[in-house]
């Protein structure tokens, strides 16, 4: 079975452009969820979809930050226009539903990092 | 609000020698608890986790945690240390209310095994 993918690994764009992460969730997998972790911070949650629904985006630091899930599959994740603050490695999580005995376990993507120049 | 403390952001110990990393938390409810680890160009691997069954909680390559209600903590521990087992830990608290169950995270603590 694949595991979380992301897309890409790695990505340095300048101070007021665009870019676009991407992450596959594992197959069947409901819940799909965004964090980042700024350098020397600790890794922060973002937001959280249930299908092609955002459960909870609480954690979207502003409007620069949009997120889509079309169809309930994979997840992007888009930064307009990015600023030097936004760099770091941004994580992608996915969970089946919430219960059993693998009720909350997430399964996290390699990240991409980002750098702001 | 939850909340997680790992004590000691760097931690080193000689290979064979036993690991203990510590994690505190605060939760206003029963949490679920997790250990996750990265290796150095990877993603985040779950070691293992409690979620209100045994309060020992046996996990991948050799770790074991306790929960400790009194104690509000999770330290993570190893008997013998492997050079393998260089990496960064954090330790992370969730529950299962609003329906997320978004992590909350410690800010990691890295352990370099000497040879």
């Known amino acids: 079975e694949a595991g979380v993918t992301q897309f890409p690994s790695h990505s340095v764009i300048e101070k007021g452009q665009t870019v676009t992460l991407r992450c596959d969730p594992i197959s069947g997998h409901d819940n799909l969820y965004w964090y980042r972790r700024v350098m020397g911070k600790e890794i922060k949650f973002l937001l959280h979809f249930v299908k092609e629904s955002k459960q909870d985006e609480s954690g979207m630091p502003n409007n620069r930050f949009l997120a889509e899930r079309t169809g309930g599959t994979y997840s992007t994740l888009k930064v307009q226009p990015a600023e030097l603050e936004d760099s770091g490695v941004y994580f992608c999580?996915?969970?089946?539903?919430?219960?059993?005995?693998?009720?909350?376990?997430?399964?996290f993507g390699p990240g991409t990092r980002l750098t702001v120049l | 609000a939850q909340s997680v403390t790992q004590l000691g952001s760097h931690v080193s110990v000689s290979e064979g020698a036993l690991v203990l990393l510590r994690c505190n938390y605060s939760?206003?409810?029963?949490?679920?608890l997790f250990w996750y680890v990265q290796y150095p160009n990877q993603g985040l691997q779950l070691l293992l986790k409690y979620t209100s069954a045994a309060t020992l909680v046996k996990g991948i390559n050799g770790f074991e945690a306790e929960f400790k209600k009194s104690e509000t903590s999770f330290h993570l521990t190893k008997p013998s240390a492997h050079m393998s087992d260089a990496a960064e830990y954090f330790c992370a608290v969730s529950y299962s209310g609003a329906g997320s169950y978004q992590l909350t995270f410690g800010k990691g603590t890295k352990l370099s095994v000497i040879p």
């Open positions: 939760s206003s409810v029963p949490p679920y």
């Open positions: 999580a996915s969970s089946q539903e919430a219960s059993g005995l693998d009720r909350g376990t997430q399964y």
